[in-house]
């Protein structure tokens, strides 16, 4: 392992023991002075954020999730502010039961050290930290080389909060992108590091999945569907279409795939393709849509899909389209290429979206709603560190909460077993 790494985790893991013991009231003040420090220091993040964002083309999709202005460094410091109203992740007494006269509870601790890898998306990086700060962990933010200058100057804002609260900086480490073989050396890192969470492409995703000896919960691509009912308002649909896939098209909760009934492909094609049109989205669509769209759709944003445009995550204004022949099409679809992240019926029909909801399996199924609403501060988590697509320990967007596990406490009265 890399020395300047091996001092870090091991630095975080001595740090880990007392942080976890903080009150509430002194880990609040850090992110209350993280917030004042982010808006001190905003002209500072965006100056260092556009030397990462002259390295990568304007037409590079991944360019969206890298750039920081004005408007998303407030967003980053919206989503600190919601975790100050939420309550305390840690201490809750839970579970309760007596048994053999003994008082048997659980009670909710901090998991200690978490290691968090992600690419391209600066905001990660006061995301994780103040999640992690907010449920007593210490972290490792092991981000990209391409937002390298943003990491810096975001990770010695995140150390100026911890030191004016008078808590050890230490806790929150960031390993340097330039440090080769970095991820090898955090993800097999038993104890010093207690788990990993990968955000970013799916070969990072895969090669975690692969040679982490660290446990670890996934945070998959984002491969999303929609179907269209026959029995859906099919004027809403459209607009719900439009913002799923374009609202922001480079994130993990965009719209990739869009199914359609058979009945209604003729009327409901024109009217999602006005819409599409104007955003420039590119169509990949299987023989019956082709046929449909070819005449009405740009020639140019037209092609004809191919069997690998199907369970592909586009994270940029690119979407493929099928027609289906029912609502079994439809879910046996689905369950086939999900990444099992989020997954979204459009009907009038209730006994079809209670069986899309039983059948689908993915973390978060939505009727009649944008999947562009997988997000733990929309879901009323204040934060989130990601979404999982796993489904030990946490599924969907993990807040403060899933950041932590719990022990039992038992008490007796000098008890001895039979």
Known sequence: MNKNILKQLNNAKRASMLFGLLPHDQRILILKNLVKELRKNKKIIIRAN????????????????????????????????????????????????????????????????????????????????????????????????????????????????????????EVVQFIDPKIKNAVSDIISANGLVDVIIPRGSSSLINFVRKNATVPIIETGAGVCHTYVDDEALLDASAKIILNAKTQRPSVCNALDTVLI????????LPKMAKLLKEKKVEIFADTGSFKILKNIYPKNLLKTAKTSDFGREFLSQKMSVKIVSNIDEAIKFINKYSSKHSEAILT???????????????????????????DGAIFGLGSEIG????????????????????????????????
């Open 50 to 169: 556009s030397k990462d964002s002259k390295k990568i083309s304007q037409n590079n999709p991944m360019r969206d999730r890298l750039v920081l202005n004005n408007v998303r460094i407030e967003g980053m410091i919206k989503e600190i502010e919601g975790l100050l109203k939420m309550p305390d992740p840690i201490g809750e007494i839970f579970d309760c039961r007596d048994r053999f006269r003994l008082k048997i509870c659980r009670k909710r601790v901090s998991i200690v050290v978490i290691g968090v890898i992600y690419e391209s998306r600066p905001n990660v990086t006061t995301d994780v930290a103040a999640i992690c700060i907010k449920s007593g962990n210490a972290v490792i933010l092991k981000g990209g080389k391409e937002a390298r200058e943003s990491y810096i100057v975001l990770h010695r804002i995140i150390r100026r909060a911890l030191i004016l609260s008078k808590v050890n900086p």
């Open 261 to 268: 009934h058979k009945k209604v492909a003729k009327e409901f």
């Open 387 to 418: 979404v999982s697509t796993d489904k030990i320990h946490a599924r969907g967007p993990m807040g403060p909460k899933e950041m932590t596990t719990y022990k039992w406490i038992v008490s007796g009265k000098y008890n001895t077993r039979k």
């Open 348 to 374: 009038e029909n209730k006994n079809r979206s209670d069986r899309f909801l039983k059948e689908i399996d993915a973390a978060v199924v939505y009727v009649n709603a944008s999947t562009r609403f997988s």
